[in-house]
């Protein structure tokens, strides 16, 4: 069955460190990815998307991501959170074919520590 | 930048009464969406809209729910008879194109948070 799977609920990192979150699928072929983040209160902002090519994909706020067909993942990484960081984060997919919707992991909760 | 909006931000209404979420997509965006997060949940899709019809809807999007695209610019998501269990977060999306030109980016309202009562 199709899924996605974003195996870390919730994960504390202190200001400064690195991050990286996970996100596996499972789809017959490549989906598009995306990931999305939800500050507390507010609506979901693009982070970052890969559709093909160049297997790391640069966002915005410093996040980057690396699509590993070998391991179906597609991780968000950032050499060094800041506290506006703290906020909900979801991996989403778009299968190649067939339906348009996004399929949404259940997202990784961030909490930055001082 | 060019955003959706969506109002109202919090709607609180009686179960069994009917409410209307309203949305303003990006303005040259031609495919438009609605999701819902229930509290604790992750994010689900509920229907998808092309050229004035629905092109895809889940299981969720039962006989209860309708969306319209009354005029040009406003999207909107009907809920006839509300029960508790539809109290979420619904969320707005439109994207600009389809997925064969490689346009189907989605770009999200701040949502509207409906609380049955």
């Known amino acids: 069955a199709q899924s996605v799977t974003q195996p870390d609920i919730h994960i504390t990192v202190s200001e400064g460190a690195s991050l990286e979150l996970r996100c596996n699928y499972s789809?017959?072929?490549?989906?598009?990815l995306f990931w999305y983040v939800q500050s507390p209160g507010q609506g979901l902002q693009l982070l970052l998307k890969?559709?093909?090519?160049?297997?790391l994909v640069q966002g915005i706020k410093g996040f980057e991501a690396e699509f590993k067909r070998s391991q179906s993942s597609f991780n968000l990484r950032k050499p060094s959170v800041h506290w506006s960081d703290a906020a909900e984060y979801f991996c989403?997919?778009?299968?190649?074919?067939?339906?348009?919707?996004?399929?949404f992991g259940t997202g990784t909760r961030l909490t930055i520590i001082p | 930048e060019p955003e959706v909006t969506q109002t109202p931000s919090h709607q609180v209404t009686q179960m069994g009464q009917e409410v209307i979420l309203r949305c303003v997509p990006i303005?040259?965006?031609?495919?438009f969406y609605w999701y819902r997060q229930i509290l604790g949940q992750k994010v689900e899709f509920l229907v998808s809209?092309?050229?004035?019809?629905?092109?895809?809807k889940s299981e969720i999007f039962d006989d209860q729910f309708s969306v319209e695209r009354p005029d040009g610019s406003n999207f909107t998501l009907k809920i006839r008879s509300t029960k508790l269990e539809d109290s979420a977060m619904y969320f707005c999306?439109?994207?600009?194109?389809?997925?064969?030109?490689?346009?189907?980016?989605?770009?999200f309202g701040a949502g509207t948070r409906l609380s049955v009562l």
């Open positions: 303005s040259n965006h031609l495919y």
């Open positions: 999306a439109s994207s600009e194109g389809g997925r064969q030109g490689g346009k189907n980016i989605q770009y």
């Open positions: 789809y017959g072929a490549t989906p598009y």
């Open positions: 989403a997919v778009v299968p190649r074919f067939g339906n348009e919707k996004l399929t």
């Open positions: 890969y559709f093909s090519g160049d297997t």
């Open positions: 809209f092309y050229n004035n019809e629905i092109s895809e």
